[in-house]
Structure formats: structure tokens, C-alpha cells
């Protein structure tokens, strides 16, 4: 059974997706949806490797093309070494999605420089170092769509989250101006922002804790991962080519 048979179906055949934070989470429902319409996948992944190399195999049980790649993209060096491998194997990369992201979390006043510095690392400098090299290719292809996955800590303030509010919302005027360059030569940039997803980043939640933030949130849940998908597929899809430098912001009305 199709993990996404519900969505609106897009055609991603012959398309070459790289996917950053992809063993888990939203990154993997990514992968799974591409995969499932036709792309060829390329999943990075840092720290999971047995859950990486379980996707690999689910997907290639079922006839799809998924390739699984170890890099550290917060390193300018690993995430250049990463492209310049994709490319040379597939030819080409048509969409990126940064989705590589850590927390945490603590007050301002007790927040450890380590603690800053790791999550701007993964989270903002991540973004820099992959899109640099792939756009470089997206320049030569003179086609490209780039989503990059920001949060509604981005636009909303949260206690306990200066280190990733601020990488989150960097990632916002990041797009923005990077859709400016990148316009002229075909390639889009843009933006989606979830709210409170139930992945392994909420799962520590206690119920007490879950239901303080669903009182928040308008629809009075929290999101799953196809709901955030569905967007990044919309973004990624040829039928939406005049779409660029902007936000799809996914959570249930938290922001509102």
C-alpha cells in the first residue's frame, strides 16, 4: 500500500531529488513520497544510519530508487564532497530539499555556546553549504526547484528556543534573497514552515505537555507528516513554476 495514495498525485519521473535529514521524520516522509511518484531519491543522513539503511531497503523492496548517503552537511567540506557525488552519478540534481535540522533547547541565560553553535550549524550553515554547490549545478541546468524547511518558531517566539528560532527565521530572509539570484536562471526557492508535527522532535512531549500547545493551535492538534509533505510536493511540482521566494506556513493555525 502507497504510504501517500490519498495525496494529489505529481509525475516526478526522471527527476534526481537530494533530500538533507532524510533517515526520519519529515525529511524520510519526503523521501518515501518522491520515491513513490517516480524520482530518483538521494537521502543524506548524519547520525541514524540503521534507520537509513531500513528505508533503503523498504524502498528498494518495492521496485523504487532510493540511494542513501552519509554526510555531516554541516560541514562546508562533507556537503561539497555530497553534490559533486550526486551530480556526477545522476547528471543532475532538479530539486533539492534542505531539511536537516537539530534543537536544542534551553533559556537564554543557561544556553551553552556549544548548544548555539550546534543547532546554527545544522540547522542555518547547513543550507549555505548544500545550496551553494547545488545551485552551482541548477545555474548550468538553468532549471531547479529548492524547499527549503524552516518552522513556525520562526515566526512565532518559544521559550527555550533563541538558538533555533533564530535559525529557523534566518532560513525565511535566506530564501528570499536566494530566489532573487537564482530567478533569472530558472531555478525557484521557497519556503515551508511547519508547526507542531508529530515526529521524534515532539515525541519527549508529555501529555500534559502535548495538550498545553494544542490549546494553541486552531485546528486543536498537532499536524502528521503527509500534511507537510503534501506542501513540499506542491512546491516541487513543474505545475507550480511561477512560485518562488515564498512561505507555505503548515500548522493548523498556531500562527494565526
Same mark, same amino acid.
Given at each position: 500500500?502507497?504510504?501517500?495514495?490519498?495525496?494529489?498525485?505529481?509525475?516526478?519521473?526522471?527527476?534526481? $531529488?537530494?533530500?538533507?535529514?532524510?533517515?526520519?521524520?519529515?525529511?524520510?516522509?519526503?523521501?518515501?513520497?518522491?520515491?513513490?511518484?517516480?524520482?530518483?531519491?538521494?537521502?543524506?543522513?548524519?547520525?541514524?544510519?540503521?534507520?537509513?539503511?531500513?528505508?533503503?531497503?523498504?524502498?528498494?523492496?518495492?521496485?523504487?530508487?532510493?540511494?542513501?548517503?552519509?554526510?555531516?552537511?554541516?560541514?562546508?567540506?562533507?556537503?561539497?564532497?555530497? $553534490?559533486?557525488?550526486?551530480?556526477?552519478?545522476?547528471?543532475?540534481?532538479?530539486?533539492?530539499? %534542505?531539511?536537516?535540522?537539530?534543537?536544542?533547547?534551553?533559556?537564554?541565560?543557561?544556553?551553552?555556546?556549544?548548544?548555539?553553535?550546534?543547532?546554527? %550549524?545544522?540547522?542555518?550553515?547547513?543550507?549555505? %553549504?548544500?545550496?551553494?554547490?547545488?545551485?552551482?549545478?541548477?545555474?548550468?541546468?538553468?532549471?531547479?526547484?529548492?524547499?527549503?524547511?524552516?518552522?513556525?518558531?520562526?515566526?512565532?517566539?518559544?521559550?527555550?528556543?533563541?538558538?533555533?528560532?533564530?535559525?529557523?527565521?534566518?532560513?525565511?530572509?535566506?530564501?528570499?534573497?536566494?530566489?532573487?539570484?537564482?530567478?533569472?536562471?530558472?531555478?525557484?526557492?521557497?519556503?515551508?514552515?511547519?508547526?507542531?508535527?508529530?515526529?521524534?522532535? $515532539?515525541?519527549?512531549?508529555?501529555?500534559?505537555?502535548?495538550?498545553?500547545?494544542?490549546?494553541?493551535?486552531?485546528?486543536?492538534?498537532?499536524? %502528521?507528516?503527509?500534511?507537510?509533505?503534501?506542501?513540499?510536493?506542491?512546491?516541487?511540482?513543474?505545475?507550480?513554476?511561477?512560485?518562488?521566494?515564498?512561505?507555505?506556513?503548515?500548522?493548523?493555525?498556531?500562527?494565526?
Amino acid at each position: 500500500m502507497e504510504l501517500f495514495k490519498k495525496m494529489i498525485k505529481y509525475t516526478f519521473e526522471n527527476k534526481v $531529488v537530494l533530500i538533507t535529514g532524510a533517515s526520519r521524520g519529515i525529511g524520510k516522509a519526503t523521501a518515501i513520497a518522491f520515491a513513490e511518484q517516480g524520482a530518483q531519491v538521494v537521502a543524506c543522513y548524519h547520525a541514524s544510519r540503521e534507520k537509513a539503511i531500513s528505508l533503503e531497503g523498504n524502498l528498494k523492496k518495492r521496485g523504487l530508487k532510493l540511494e542513501i548517503i552519509q554526510t555531516d552537511v554541516s560541514s562546508a567540506k562533507e556537503a561539497e564532497v555530497m $553534490v559533486d557525488y550526486v551530480i556526477k552519478k545522476y547528471k543532475k540534481i532538479d530539486i533539492l530539499v %534542505n531539511n536537516a535540522g537539530i534543537r536544542r533547547d534551553n533559556l537564554l541565560a543557561m544556553m551553552s555556546a556549544d548548544d548555539w553553535l550546534s543547532v546554527i %550549524n545544522v540547522n542555518l550553515n547547513s543550507i549555505f %553549504n548544500v545550496t551553494k554547490w547545488v545551485s552551482r549545478a541548477m545555474i548550468g541546468q538553468k532549471s531547479g526547484s529548492i524547499i527549503n524547511i524552516s518552522s513556525a518558531s520562526a515566526l512565532k517566539g518559544v521559550e527555550g528556543q533563541t538558538n533555533y528560532s533564530a535559525s529557523k527565521g534566518a532560513i525565511l530572509s535566506f530564501t528570499r534573497s536566494a530566489s532573487r539570484e537564482l530567478g533569472k536562471f530558472n531555478i525557484r526557492v521557497n519556503n515551508v514552515i511547519p508547526g507542531f508535527i508529530e515526529t521524534d522532535m $515532539v515525541s519527549g512531549l508529555n501529555d500534559q505537555g502535548k495538550e498545553k500547545l494544542t490549546n494553541h493551535i486552531s485546528l486543536g492538534r498537532f499536524g %502528521n507528516v503527509e500534511d507537510v509533505v503534501s506542501s513540499v510536493l506542491f512546491l516541487a511540482a513543474d505545475d507550480t513554476n511561477y512560485i518562488t521566494g515564498q512561505s507555505i506556513i503548515v500548522d493548523g493555525g498556531l500562527c494565526a
